[in-house]
């Protein structure tokens, strides 16, 4: 599953990380890839490695 997003408080990309937890419990075979960079970067690290499911979420910056 691909967001593809400025990470900031406009996009709400925090919502990303909280549906990935929910998707994952349905199918477990899903890896939850989120592209972009802004100010909210760090806060949604952190947010991924508590998430339950942090081990199948990657954040991969800008993708060009």
Not at 18 to 26: D, G, M, T, V
Request: glycine share 6%; hydrophobic share 45%.
């Amino acid at each position: 599953v691909v967001c593809v997003s400025r990470l900031s408080h406009e996009k709400y990309p925090e919502c990303f990380l909280e549906a990935a937890e929910i998707a994952a419990e349905q199918n477990r075979r899903l890896l939850f890839l989120l592209v972009g960079t802004g100010p909210l970067e760090s806060k949604l690290l952190q947010m991924a490695a508590k998430n339950p499911v942090g081990e199948r979420i990657r954040l991969l910056g800008v993708r060009t």
